[in-house]
């Protein structure tokens, strides 16, 4: 089963794209907090990472640098 990793601060926009995706059979994950995203990334070994890119902390272009930074997740 395709496994997807939701990074989003908006709690709504996350669940409508967790309501979404597991209608159509996928796997999803999520998270509110652009600091959790590298870690439950090396966790959950999504297949696809969809990554807001306007948070707080650390924005969606770091979150994806880290992401890229991490053989195991490139």
Excluded at 11 to 33: A, I, K, N, P, W
């Amino acid at each position: 089963m395709t496994k997807i990793l939701v990074v989003d601060d908006d709690d709504m926009t996350v669940r409508l794209l967790e309501l979404t995706f597991r209608q159509d059979g996928y796997e999803v994950h999520s998270v509110l907090d652009s600091l959790q995203a590298v870690s439950s990334a090396r966790t959950f070994q999504p297949d696809l990472i969809v990554l807001d890119i306007m948070m707080p902390g650390k924005d969606g272009l770091e979150v994806c640098q880290e992401l890229r930074a991490q053989p195991a997740l490139k």
